[in-house]
């Protein structure tokens, strides 16, 4: 099979496997999106994804993700980029005017510092706040303990659209007690989208409420 028809396959395969992860959990069909995690792929298959009807697209850098997609943005009017890596300060408006969601907001400085973006572009993207829920010391977000004071800073403090939270479980841990305790923090702040669930539990963070699954590998073949 050539990359085009693979990646096809693969997505049709993925969604329906989605479709029953809804179902079983007794949840709208269309209530949770695959978001395509396109970093490090070759160009082919983001067209191959495109083709196959792909629209929303997943990056974590800032730079890579302009190159990939700010000539394509004109020609297609439904895509939709979320960042889903660590936002520098410094890119904070390159960020703000590229991508339709922040998936990432994990500190007030960098909430400063999409404000003033938004300020400027007279909009704003959609914003999750990322959440470590393992507590790993190496990996971003706000600890589960600070998680209502920080949502609250940015809504109300910065007036950012915070429609979310996502959460990337530790290795090599079970994450279903992740994704509940990150559904649990959206429900009692009123927020509606979860962005949790990767390649391989995906299935399980849909049964815990997720709305984005973010699928890389499992879509485009190993990143290069
Ligand atoms: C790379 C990445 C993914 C996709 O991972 P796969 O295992 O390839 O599905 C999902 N979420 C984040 C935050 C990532 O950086």
């Known amino acids: 099979m050539n990359a085009l028809s693979d990646i096809a396959a693969r997505r049709a395969s993925l969604l329906a496997r989605l479709e029953a992860a809804a179902r079983g959990a007794g949840r709208e069909l269309d209530a949770v999106t695959l978001v395509a995690v396109s970093k ?10 495109l083709a196959a009807g792909q629209r929303v697209f ?3 850098r800032v730079q ?7 000539a394509r943005r004109e020609a297609l009017p439904d895509l939709r980029l979320r960042l889903i890596g660590p936002l520098q300060t410094n890119k904070a408006g390159d960020a703000a005017a590229l991508f339709d969601a922040i998936d990432t907001l994990d500190r007030e400085k960098l909430a400063v510092a999409l404000a003033v973006a938004a300020q400027k572009l007279g909009r704003s993207p ?3 706040v990322q959440v470590n829920t393992g507590e790993e010391p190496q990996k971003a977000g706000v600890s589960p303990q600070e998680a209502d004071a920080f949502i609250r800073l940015a809504r109300e403090t910065y007036s950012l659209p915070v429609k979310g939270l996502m959460c990337i479980p530790p290795l090599g841990e079970p994450p279903a007690m992740h994704f509940a ?3 649990k923090i959206a429900a009692r702040n009123g927020l509606a989208e979860l962005s949790m669930g990767m390649s391989g539990d995906f299935e399980t963070a849909i049964r815990f409420g997720a709305t984005q699954v973010r699928v890389g590998s499992a879509l485009f073949g190993e990143r290069e």
């Open 64 to 70: 890579e993700a302009q190159a990939r997609w700010s």
């Open 40 to 49: 490090l792929q070759p160009d082919d298959r983001i067209a191959a994804a």
């Open 181 to 183: 305790l990150l559904a």
């Open 126 to 128: 959609d914003i999750l």
């Open 58 to 60: 997943g990056e974590n």
